[in-house]
């Protein structure tokens, strides 16, 4: 038996391989995977307020608990946790996470961040990362190595900060991850 190759099978061919390499393309897509969770908390001796329903209300007429802010005393110190997943290569962009204390200003006054690299992996990348972030700890993010200027004092201010964690590709702008408020009280 003959085998014979005419053009009109050779299309054929050519269309199911198409086909098959955009179809697994498409599914690999589906299942591809890039996510960076964060939550924020604080460290400190003053209690932590309770949720009061101050959101919009429900269809039931009951608020969802939200807190308005975190708060904290003037020697606390703001846990941010950030946890990364990512599944199905075929290679994972390197990512740097920060994470800043901004006061009214909007002036950085605590920061920190880390390089997500997963290397070779392909399949599966995960992990999770904790900051603590100080008053007047901030991290160095200049090409240069420049240390950040030395803080007059280590404790933090009364009033209201604003606690970002944000995350970017190498070569991308940052997108922000999440944002919390946090009240440090007068002692």
Not at 67 to 85: F, Q
Not at 108 to 136: E, K, M, N, P, W
């Amino acid at each position: 038996m003959k085998f014979n190759l005419t053009p009109r099978t050779l299309a054929i061919i050519g269309v199911v391989g198409v086909l098959l390499v955009i179809g697994i393309e498409g599914t690999l897509t589906l299942l591809r995977k890039r996510i960076i969770t964060a939550s924020i908390s604080v460290e400190s001796d003053l209690p932590t307020p309770t949720p009061t329903p101050t959101g919009a209300p429900t269809q039931e007429g009951t608020p969802d608990p939200q807190l308005s802010a975190l708060t904290m005393g003037a020697d606390g110190i703001v846990i941010a946790e950030v946890t990364w997943n990512y599944a199905i290569g075929p290679r994972f962009p390197v990512t740097i996470v920060h994470a800043s204390a901004l006061d009214s200003q909007n002036q950085v006054v605590a920061s920190d961040q880390h390089v997500i690299d997963c290397g070779r992996d392909t399949l599966s990348c995960a992990g999770t990362i904790t900051f603590r972030l100080l008053y007047g700890v901030i991290a160095d993010t200049s090409a240069t190595g420049t240390p950040a200027p030395t803080p007059t004092s280590t404790e933090w201010s009364p009033g209201t900060y604003t606690v970002l964690i944000t995350r970017a590709y190498v070569g991308f702008n940052a997108v922000e991850v999440a944002r919390e408020n946090i009240f440090v009280a007068a002692q």
